[in-house]
């Protein structure tokens, strides 16, 4: 309690001093925005696709095809009378967490930076052990931006092009075994 009043509270000698103590507490549990009151809705759609890795005792390194974890998550949802908040959210809040921490260069430069990128592998990692029965110890993950075409536009029979392809560099996870 005392944290949180010291984060939510006009700024002082304390929240000054102890800021990066109480921010490390506060963000990953109680976030603060305003978009129940002024949403901004999504301009684009993102499809995150992962991969895996695992090097052989010959020292080879054996890739997995990419999965899409997206499909994986709207088919959820899609399929659901009362859909959980956290398959809706879960993936696409870490995406937009990693990149507030990491800009466009993919190179964690503060704590929070980490555990956003920790984070965001771990829930690849996780999902990919759930629904693949291999052995893996790297993930690599892939964002397709796709445009959402407004309302009454003419679509035609073009699918989007993407605004932006980004491929992540390979993370080491916590070895993944059948």
Known sequence: MVLVFLHVAPTNTLSKRYSPQINAWVFPFFEQN???????????????????????????????????????????????????????????????????????????????????QKYLSNIAADRVAARRGSTFDFVQLRVVTLPIAAPGAAAGDRPPRPVENRLLPWWKVTRHAK
Request: charged share 25%.
């Open 34 to 116: 305003w978009r129940l009151f002024a949403p901004d809705p999504e301009s684009v759609n993102r499809q995150i696709l992962v991969r895996t890795a695992h090097t052989e005792r010959d020292g080879s390194v054996q890739a997995s095809p990419w999965f899409d974890l997206t499909a994986v998550d709207s088919s959820a949802v899609e399929h659901q009378v009362f859909p959980s908040h956290t398959t809706q959210n879960l993936l696409r809040r870490a995406w937009a967490g990693y990149v507030d921490s990491h800009g466009g260069d993919d190179k964690a430069h503060t704590e929070r930076a980490l555990m956003m």
